[in-house]
């Protein structure tokens, strides 16, 4: 049961550099999330995709870009890394049987930690 | 301001003892506020969710109350062991802009 794989679990870069970090869910739900944790803050969303072929934007967009690539793949991609991306990064995902997105579980990666030096 | 506030930020008990863990919200309208567990280096999971219309509900020795009229809730953890040292998140839920408020969550160690 992999559920939602986010692949590098830890990234380095330095100011300026791009990458994309990956995600992946096996367990055909319609929504995916990209969130920020950082310490002592709620997790913040950065992009949602209510279904395949839709993203939006959440509360911290700004510096990020987004792929729903298909119904099982969504990426989030960094253009020129700056230090306050630093942070750690969790994909999610959820069903939408009975109700809004909002109103579902969502299920969570382990995480991409990422340092913007 | 639609915010979700918890206390304390973080708890310290001994293995087999008991503890409440606190959210109060500001969020209004709301459909329904959700706890989520997260152990050190995974992501969160969902441990237990409470329409407006509900007051109490288990998930074995967890047990999640909500007072609507005050926005309140309470996660309550009974006999604790090593493996409920985690934090605790809880999440509500905005109808009116269709956005999840995240809580900073409760830091909770358990010592044996």
């Known amino acids: 049961n992999a559920g939602v794989t986010q692949t590098p679990k830890f990234q380095v870069l330095k100011t300026g550099q791009s990458m994309t970090l990956q995600c992946a869910q096996d367990?055909?739900?319609?929504?995916m999330y990209w969130y920020r944790q950082d310490p002592g803050m709620g997790l913040r969303l950065i992009y949602y995709s209510a279904s395949e072929g839709t993203t939006d934007k959440g509360e911290v967009p700004n510096g990020y870009n987004v792929s729903r690539l298909n119904k099982r793949e969504f990426s989030l991609r960094l253009e020129s890394a700056a230090p306050s991306q630093t942070s750690v990064y969790f994909c999610?995902?959820?069903?939408?049987?009975?109700?809004?997105?909002?109103?579902?579980?969502?299920?969570f990666g382990d995480g991409t930690r990422l340092s913007i030096l | 301001k639609n915010q979700v506030e918890q206390s304390p930020q973080s708890l310290i008990i001994l293995e087999g003892k008991n503890c409440t863990l606190q959210c109060n919200y500001t969020v209004s309208p709301f459909s329904n506020l959700r706890w989520y567990k997260q152990d050190t280096g995974r992501g969160p999971v969902s441990l237990t969710i409470?329409?407006?219309s509900e007051n109490t509900k288990s998930n074995g020795r967890y047990t999640a109350t909500l007072d609507a009229d005050t926005k309140q809730s309470s996660l309550h953890i009974t006999a604790s062991q090593l493996s409920d040292s985690a934090s605790y998140i809880c999440v509500v839920s905005a109808i009116s802009n269709y956005q999840l408020i995240w809580g900073a969550g409760t830091k909770l160690i358990i010592k044996p």
């Open positions: 409470m329409t407006f």
């Open positions: 999610a995902s959820s069903g939408t049987t009975g109700g809004n997105w909002i109103d579902q579980p969502q299920h």
């Open positions: 367990m055909n739900h319609n929504s």
